[in-house]
C-alpha cells in the first residue's frame, strides 16, 4: 500500500507543451506538498496546501498550478513547459505540527 | 530566515569505516530538525529525528544529537554498509504560519567492498 503516490513516474515531452503530474496520499495527512529536485539534488518547496488551501507558494512561475481537489490529492499543472522545467518532482504530506513528512517516488519531467 | 548548511560531497568510504555527515543550522528558537535518506531513483524517506536540545536521534545504527551551543546536528554511523549508498538531507522544521521544512543541499555517500 503505496502511502503517497505519484503519476506519471517519467514524463518526457517538449518544450511549449502542457502537462500534468498528479499526487495522491492515504495516510489522512492535512498537509501536503510540492517540491522540485535539480540535477544536484537540491530540493525547492513550491507549493503547501493544508486542507484544500494554499499556504506555500514560494516564487515559482505561474505556469505552475497546483490544485487541491481534496485534502488526499494534490495534482500540479504545468503550462508552456521550457527546458530548465527539467527536474524531479516530488509530492509529500505530514501531520500538523513537527511530524516528518512521507515523500513519494518522484515524477522525472524531461523537456526536450 | 532559518538555513540548513551540510557538508558537501560526495563522500566516499570503505565498508565498515566510520561515517560523519556534518550539519549545521542557523534558526530562531529550536526547530525540531531531520535526517533524510534518499536511495536512488526514490523519494526521501525519515532516517532519524530530534525535537529539543540535547535529544540524540537514531535508527538503523544511524545517530544525531541536537546540539543546541554549536547549532549542529551531524549525523554519525559506527560501521557503514554498501547498502547505506544513498543522498543523506539535513532538514529543519521552519515553524510559523507555513511550517515548512528547509533542506540542506544532501550529501552523497558512496560506501565500496
Known amino acids: 500500500d503505496t502511502a503517497v503516490s505519484q503519476t506519471p513516474k517519467y514524463l518526457v515531452t517538449q518544450m511549449g507543451n502542457d502537462k500534468s503530474i498528479k499526487c495522491e496520499q492515504n495516510?489522512?495527512?492535512?498537509?501536503m506538498y510540492w517540491y522540485k529536485q535539480d540535477s544536484k539534488k537540491f530540493l525547492k518547496i513550491m507549493f503547501s496546501?493544508?486542507?484544500?488551501?494554499?499556504?506555500i507558494n514560494e516564487t515559482v512561475p505561474n505556469r505552475f498550478s497546483p490544485k487541491s481537489p481534496d485534502k488526499a490529492h494534490l495534482n500540479l499543472h504545468i503550462n508552456s513547459l521550457e527546458l530548465g522545467d527539467s527536474a524531479v518532482y516530488f509530492c509529500?504530506?505530514?501531520?500538523?505540527?513537527?511530524?516528518?513528512?512521507?515523500f513519494g517516488n518522484g515524477t522525472r519531467l524531461t523537456v526536450t | 530566515g532559518n538555513s540548513v548548511t551540510q557538508m558537501e560531497g560526495p563522500v566516499t568510504l570503505s565498508e565498515e569505516a566510520f561515517l560523519t555527515i556534518n550539519c549545521t543550522y542557523t534558526?530562531?528558537?529550536?526547530?525540531?530538525l531531520f535526517w533524510y535518506v534518499q536511495y536512488p531513483g526514490e523519494g526521501l524517506q525519515l532516517l532519524l529525528k530530534a525535537t529539543k536540545a540535547d535529544d540524540k536521534g537514531s535508527n538503523k545504527g544511524f545517530e544525531a544529537t541536537y546540539r543546541k551551543e554549536t547549532t549542529s546536528f551531524h549525523l554519525e554511523k559506527g560501521s557503514v554498509q554498501v547498502s547505506d549508498s544513498a543522498v543523506y538531507f539535513c532538514a529543519l522544521n521552519d515553524g510559523g504560519a507555513t511550517n515548512k521544512l528547509i533542506f540542506g543541499t544532501g550529501t552523497l555517500l558512496a560506501v565500496q567492498p
Open positions: 495516510l489522512g495527512h492535512d498537509t
Open positions: 534558526a530562531t528558537g529550536y526547530p525540531s
Open positions: 496546501y493544508n486542507n484544500k488551501e494554499l499556504i
Open positions: 509529500a504530506s505530514r501531520e500538523q505540527g513537527n511530524s516528518p513528512l512521507h
